[in-house]
């Protein structure tokens, strides 16, 4: 159907054009940084200054394949592009489960949802992250299971597997559930076949190549971060409530709550309480690679539920789940146009030009406009610390007080000024608001 790959090709160039402006603006956050330097040394390291070892906390074989196609196109455009593509393949396979069962208009609007779901955009859009490309994957490994292609379902389930490990722990999950669903049938052991080897993934990282990694990582998997809840996060449980409350709309108006009557639905429950259980806001906030975890199986429920509906009603209904998903765009945007999409200023140009003229591979700390940056092509560039208190571990440090808002200059400007009072740190460089200082320590010489 061309309509469904010319929109694939226009959902991809659009959300690389929007994703490439805002990195020209400077609005990526640490999260490019860190992949783009766990990609470009792939096949090195594969770490980066923050993490160390990013097997210390993730697994993510997935990185490989990124880092081949960032070696041969050497740009920050690249992983952009990347996962643009990624939220554009999302639509092929909840197309063909709707065609499955109903005709070519039913389909290309479920296609047109998936395009226009928000959730999907703001992950998207959002930095480069190895979730990012989950929804396509899980969403091609059900699609491929539905048809009975059982070479691709294990293929999808393989590449789903080496995206990140919660996939590991859902598809266990869901292995489990179509075994028993279809037991007896060659669907039910295909199930129990990814189900166990879900669980081999889980029980391989988490018993060896996490604890081997975290040896020498700066940091490591913290699950306490998300789940433990302490005695003040229980006081605030009633405003917790509302949050979820209000993000679970978010996610589920726009389809009209259809997935919840699909019986496929049960195979998002355990990516939903992955985010929904955290302490922390940030993983039930669109915008964030968190969604990334439970939007593919959340689309397939609402392809499932929409082949079900009468055929006379159907096209009326997707109609209606679209409009819903441009209506909330134009309310609760999750890309944030206003703050992440803006014309290139003058700052933009001086910054990038600063760092240009940089020499390479040089140990420097910065904040976050200029990390994101460098960190493609300096494997020594790193965030300022978060904490004061923490002694910043970089031969150099750049700041651009042009971007005042950056969260890394609010949090470290006071103690660099302190360190360059002590004569710790000292100016060689200046370019408007641009500094650049250099470490007295003699390694730095």
């Not at 292995?175 to 049938?185: D, E």
């Not at 690679?289 to 929409?306: M, N, Q, R």
């Not at 006071?414 to 460089?429: F, I, P, Q």
Request: proline fraction near 6%; glycine fraction near 6%; charged fraction near 15%.
């Amino acid at each position: 159907d061309r309509f469904l790959w010319l929109g694939c090709l226009l959902y991809a160039v659009l959300f690389t054009a929007l994703g490439w402006l805002k990195y020209a603006v400077h609005r990526n956050l640490v999260d490019f940084g860190i992949f783009s330097q766990t990609a470009a040394s792939a096949f090195g390291c594969f770490c980066n200054p923050i993490e160390g070892s990013h097997w210390a906390y993730h697994f993510s074989p997935i990185l490989y394949v990124v880092g081949i196609v960032v070696t041969l196109f050497h740009s920050p455009l690249t992983l952009v592009a990347l996962q643009a593509v990624a939220g554009a393949l999302v639509a092929p396979p909840v197309y063909g489960l709707v065609r499955a069962r109903r005709d070519v208009t039913a389909a290309r609007l479920a296609a047109l949802v998936a395009w226009l779901y928000p959730p999907l955009a703001g992950l998207i859009f959002g930095d480069f992250h190895e979730n990012g490309l989950a929804p396509a994957a899980i969403a091609w490994t059900l699609y491929a299971f539905d048809t009975g292609l059982v070479l691709w379902t294990v293929a999808g389930a393989v590449i789903a597997l080496c995206i990140k490990e919660d996939q590991a722990l859902f598809l266990a999950v869901g292995g489990a559930i179509g075994a028993w669903t279809f037991r007896g049938t060659m669907r039910g052991r295909v199930a129990a076949v990814i189900a166990l080897l879900s669980a081999a993934v889980l029980i391989a990282f988490f018993a060896v190549v996490q604890p081997h990694a975290a040896v020498n990582a700066a940091i490591s998997w913290q699950p306490e971060r998300f789940y433990a809840w302490s005695a003040a996060d229980t006081r605030g449980i009633a405003g917790g409530m509302a949050a979820r409350l209000g993000f679970l709309l978010l996610i589920f108006v726009p389809l009209l709550f259809l997935p919840f009557r699909s019986p496929m639905i049960w195979l998002a429950v355990a990516p939903l309480a992955e985010v929904l259980l955290s302490r922390m806001p940030t993983t039930f906030t669109l915008g964030t690679h968190y969604a990334g975890a439970w939007i593919g199986y959340v689309l397939v429920a609402f392809a499932f539920a929409a082949r079900r509906i009468l055929t006379a009603r159907v096209s009326i209904v997707l109609l209606a789940c679209a409009v819903l998903c441009v209506l909330e765009l134009a309310v609760a945007d999750p890309l944030h146009p206003g703050m992440n999409l803006r014309r290139v200023e003058p700052r933009d140009v001086a910054l990038d030009r600063f760092l240009n003229d940089l020499p390479p591979a040089t140990s420097l700390a910065t904040q976050e406009e200029a990390y994101t940056h460098l960190a493609l092509f300096d494997p020594g560039a790193r965030l300022l610390p978060e904490s004061p208190d923490r002694p910043i571990d970089a031969c150099y440090v750049l700041i651009d007080r042009d971007f005042p808002a950056s969260a890394r200059l609010q949090e470290y400007g006071a103690a660099l000024s302190a360190d360059v009072l002590d004569g710790r740190y000292v100016r060689v460089a200046r370019n408007g608001e641009i500094e650049l200082y250099r470490s007295s320590d003699r390694r730095c010489h």
